[in-house]
Nanobody
Framework: QVQLIESGGGLVQAGGSLRLSCAAY????????MGWFRQAPGKEREFVAT????????YYEDSAKGRFTISRDNAKNTVYLQMDSLKPEDTAVYFC???????????????WGQGTQVTVSS
């Protein structure tokens, strides 16, 4: 059974950094596209970043560009989201997702983690 397990969330001051991790189990990790999404209170789920199966290509939501970096370690079956220069508007539950189609549409992803809370204080 496929499992995606996020970790690394927490409470930080504006301008600080967090590194999220997502460990994948039960799938051929190096064949899958990985992505990060987030959902803030009262808002729709939002695309954040995605990375191709071998890590050669990445794509970011505009507000994340220059601040967030997605990466993966296929030997460890893990994808990361390094978040720098955090802002209060980054506060959300962050979800890891996996699929076979490269893109920003949530319905193209097949598997989802349970999420990890990121809170950025002003």
């Amino acid at each position: 059974q496929v499992q995606l397990i996020e970790s690394g969330g927490g409470l930080v001051q504006a301008g600080g950094s967090l590194r999220l991790s997502c460990a994948a189990y039960g799938l051929p990790f190096s064949s899958y596209i990985m992505g990060w999404f987030r959902q803030a209170p009262g808002k729709e789920r939002e695309f954040v970043a995605t990375i191709s199966a071998l890590g050669a290509n990445t794509y970011y939501e505009d507000s994340a560009k220059g601040r967030f970096t997605i990466s993966r370690d296929n030997a460890k079956n893990t994808v990361y989201l390094q978040m720098d220069s955090l802002k209060p508007e980054d506060t959300a539950v962050y979800f890891c997702a996996s699929g076979l189609t490269y893109g920003s549409m949530s319905n193209t992803y097949l598997y989802w983690g349970q999420g990890t809370q990121v809170t950025v204080s002003s």
